[in-house]
């Protein structure tokens, strides 16, 4: 008994430290799988010795708040849910009754109040008793209805998220590994509390209701399935749910679970409901848990595999990241032979050697993770010198974060920037070449400047054997990069990333130059200030930037490369000579808005973003549609016109 209560007393504070890091800081102090093990181990201990210990998390729904946002408490506490990881136990737990099988979304879970149609609250779900009010940012979710067709009271439940394309892209523009989001779920939370909206604005959060809480007047006939019908046609979206029985419940777990990989909300498991409201509502509930509802928690899949490399990947923060590479195993459906260890702490605490038998698996079914190491060898020598570049290494020290950084200020690798804009769609425009491919392909030497771009077809098999690519991809890659040797002086101008010379400045440049490309690279100052939108800072930016050698030799390296369009700079007439145009809605006629806007340029004409007074055009094949650009060009006493109207005044 000592030794289960002494172990008792070690599992309650480690866990608490770690969930109250992972609810209340938005950081992450351990894998949730090692959370999950050492959650259950407790629970397990609780059972056999019948006691549960002050703070013990597994009474617990969540953690005091703490920011400067005000507080409020919760007209009914929201709850946890206790979870199983057999499909057979929910099954049994639905019994005769019908159910709503749903995703359980990892975000932050939020109750909304609504009154008269209007939103006037937002809370987080907090402590499950008292809440952070966060109105103020819940109006600048990507996909809430602020006002809807409801009057009365009407509150609600959902989670608020953030996508993983989204969170993504936020992590790439972050530049210190400190700093950058461990997932997307700490991610929404951070997004979410933020004393200041217009940061919550960006970061794209999205809100999917889970359930109806109250709405006054109505009645749902105690069906939670009309519940979720009625919040959809007021506007919201809910999480994505099917109704099942006990003999149906396996098969829609199955189905979830192979979809799993290629959503792109962020999940942990499913939750699973009984449709009839009083039959749950009966039911009553523990301290912690609700009994009308259950979480299913995604069984995470471990393979034994053998450790045969540390990769050492350098990124444009300067931050060298570990990158295990083992022998390939299959999980979840998918080969796997890579999982990230993010920095030398968790490399030095893994105790990571070459040869090591070491056990992997798929966090929430996608992202490749080591979940131990069973020979703990420690054989690996970190790097003194960068793959890229090969200079010194030095190991930093943030927190207890240790991690390795390049010290060249000039490291290739830190020059990505320049790179993506390269292949930017405004400028040579080479799909499948994302920030992130390009960080790999730089980091593996394929790529040692702009040019070597256009001779990647070189390390075609390499390629083809890196995750994420396989023989089409890489097929298409190269395809995509030959297309793009035949384009335009305006595009490789602009591709060049030349300070303060953004597309218009590019176009106007190689215009007042007649397309000579001769001519554009020793442009003098005194003759670009003349071109009408070229200032002198800009002039000058510009011919100090061609004066530089190793940037002649980087243009010429390209040149050699790339094919321009004789069609460029060929007049096509003014009939659109002193008109301006906004382009919106889809196209038939042109296979997208940069054709279009080309087409207007060559004639003379002038195309913006935003409808304003100045606008002469809207173009929307939809003429009375309600969109915010024909409301204000309408407004405006602005001309709007179909494809086929505009052809016919072009030509």
Known sequence: MND?????????????????????????????????????????LERETGIRLAGSPTSRVGYSVSTELRKETHAAPLLSLDKTKSAEELSAWLGDKTGLLSWKLDGLTIALTYRDGALVKAVTRGDGSIGEVITHNAETFKNLPLKINFKGELLLRGEAVIRYSDFERINEEIEEDAAKYKNPRNLSSGSVRQLKSEITA?????????????????????????????????????????????????EEVHRFAERT??????????????DDIAYGESLGRTAKFPRDAIAFKWTDELATTTLTEIEWSASRTGL?????????????????????????????????????????YKANMIIPQIEGNLTRSGNITIPAQCPVCGWATEIKNSGDVRSLYCTNPNCLAKQIKSFTHFVGRNALNIEGLSESTLEKFIAKGFIAELADIFRIDRYKDEIIEMEGFGERSCENLIAAVDTARQTTKARLLYSLGIPTIGLANAKLICKACGYDWSRIENVTTEELVEIDGVGAVMAENFVNWFADSDNQRRVGHILDQIRFDDAEGQSAGN???????????????????????????????KVTGAVSEKTDYLINNDTTSDSSKNKKAKKLGVKIISEDEFREMAE
């Open 4 to 44: 289960k209560l002494n172990r008792m007393k070690i599992l309650v504070p480690m866990l608490n430290e770690a969930a109250r890091a992972y609810y209340g800081e938005d950081r992450e102090i351990m894998p949730n799988i090692e959370y999950d093990k050492l959650y259950d181990e407790l629970a397990a």
């Open 202 to 250: 960006k970061r794209h959060v999205r809100f999917y209701a889970f359930g109806l809480a109250r709405a006054e007047g109505m009645d749902f006939h105690d069906s939670r399935d009309e519940q979720m019908k009625f919040l959809m046609s007021l506007g919201f979206e809910t999480v994505e749910y099917f109704l099942v029985t006990a003999d149906t419940v396996a």
């Open 261 to 274: 990989a290629k959503s792109d909300l962020p999940s942990d498991g499913l939750v699973l409901i009984y």
């Open 320 to 360: 060298i990241n570990p990158v295990a590479v083992f022998e390939p195993v299959e999980i979840e459906g998918s080969t796997i032979s890579r999982a990230g260890v993010h920095n030398i702490s968790i490399m030095e605490e893994l105790e990571l050697g070459i040869g090591d038998e070491i056990r992997v």
């Open 575 to 605: 009939s659109l000579e002193g008109r301006t145009f906004v382009i919106t809605g889809s196209l038939s006629a042109y296979p997208n808005r940069e054709a279009l806007k080309t087409y207007i340029e060559s004639r003379g004409g």
